[in-house]
């Protein structure tokens, strides 16, 4: 939430110093008209920005540099390559052994030998978006949650829960059990035998 009120900020100062750089360098030109006889004749003065304005337009284009940069950091764009193919070898490895249905094809050595807690946010890396948040939750839940309490918790529609639940579930990330109306949602063996 804090992230994207800063990004909302930073947009807003970006916006704001765009407009008076941009107010800066479309001053209009003073015109001179020469009149001789019967004809006249029009004439553009150059216009020479003041101290003043070169000090303001040097400002705001700085500012408007620094929000950008800010907003894109916010937004992940700027990743360094090394990050990036750390990531995605992670991510592939991940979907590799999620494809295979068990985690157990993981290797250590990959890994560095990753703690308990550090398989859930393996886990974390390879999930994106609303099903990132969904599991999020159930883990901060001990690893087990009913399906009416995460729907709450998501501020999701049901069928929405619903839907990411189906994908989490093919996956082989969390199990689905009848309980009373409602489902006990519970993350797979696996995956809870590598966090207690």
Do not use: H, W
């Amino acid at each position: 939430m804090k992230s994207g009120i800063r990004t909302t900020v930073t947009a807003g100062i970006f916006i704001i110093s765009s407009i008076v750089v941009i107010n800066v360098l479309l001053v209009n030109n003073p015109v001179v008209i020469q009149i001789e006889g019967d004809a006249f004749k029009i004439v553009d003065i150059p216009y020479k920005y003041t101290v003043n304005e070169a000090y303001v337009l040097l400002i705001s284009a700085f500012v408007c540099g620094f929000s950008l940069a800010l907003i894109l950091l916010d937004n992940g764009i700027f990743q360094s390559d090394l990050q990036e193919q750390e990531s995605m070898e992670e991510r592939s490895l991940l979907d590799t052994s999620l494809q295979n249905g068990s985690f157990k094809d993981i290797s250590l050595e990959n890994f560095q030998e990753p703690e308990k807690s550090d398989f859930s946010g393996i886990i974390l890396k390879a999930l994106t978006g609303d099903e990132r948040k969904t599991v999020e939750i159930i883990l901060n839940n001990g690893g087990r949650i009913l399906q009416n309490e995460l729907v709450n918790s998501l501020d999701f529609s049901k069928a929405k829960v619903s839907r990411i639940l189906i994908n989490l579930e093919k996956r082989g990330i969390v199990r689905k059990n009848k309980y009373g109306l409602t489902n006990c949602i519970s993350l797979a063996d696996d995956i809870r035998g590598e966090i207690k």
